[in-house]
């Protein structure tokens, strides 16, 4: 059975230090063995978010979670070939400066697959940006399209290979998340 929600935690040093059965079943569902547990305990969560707006971002979310000693809940995409998933995080204060996320899955709906995010797919030298929230493609005018309406756009993936995805935070995530710690 598909997973439907899992559960981590990190402690006051940004380590990984827990993670529940789900977590495992949810990398391997989605080929990602090199994520389960055993393999990334007490990794850094910063080796796995990688651009500079989203970092940031995470870190003010961090920082008010462990100082205020509230949660924070929000809605994202995690989106495989073959399916939109429309996910939810919450993420709450422990002890020590330990952090806890809890990740579920609001919805899922089924589509035909998206070569572009598949794990296996060979890939060029072309870089393609994508949100890390919402999972639009960020376009180099700055615009921000679904993912299945930038996969039928010739101009995008014109060439034998596709492109390389890499994340950046698109203008409508970036003003959501400015407006929500601008009211904290
Ligand atoms: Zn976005």
């Known amino acids: 059975m598909a997973v ?4 981590y935690s990190i402690d006051g040093q940004d380590r990984l230090v827990t993670a529940d059965s789900e977590w495992d079943a949810f ?13 990334i305990r007490y990794a850094s969560i ?20 462990r100082y205020s000693t509230v949660s924070v809940r929000f809605p994202f995409r995690c989106d ?19 952090v806890r996320f ?22 060029g030298e072309k ?8 999972k639009c493609v ?12 930038a996969a039928r756009r010739p101009d995008l993936f014109n060439e034998p ?6 994340h950046g935070t698109c203008a409508a995530c970036s003003k959501k998340w400015l407006d929500k710690i601008s009211s904290w």
């Open 127 to 134: 870089l393609i940006s994508m949100c890390s929230w919402c």
């Open 4 to 7: 439907k929600s899992f559960t």
């Open 161 to 166: 290979r596709l492109p390389q995805l890499n």
């Open 46 to 65: 910063w080796d796995f978010i990688y651009d500079t707006e989203t970092r940031h971002i995470y870190r003010l979310v961090l920082d008010k979670v």
């Open 80 to 98: 495989s070939p073959d399916s939109r998933r429309f996910m939810k995080m919450e993420i709450l204060p422990l002890d020590a400066m330990g």
């Open 138 to 149: 960020i376009l180099e005018d700055g615009n921000c399209i679904d993912v299945e309406e």
């Open 102 to 123: 809890n990740t579920s899955i609001i919805r899922e709906e089924k589509r035909g697959p998206v070569r572009l995010l598949d794990a296996f797919a060979e890939r």
């Open 27 to 39: 990398a391997l569902e989605n080929y990602a063995p090199q994520l389960t547990f055993e393999r």
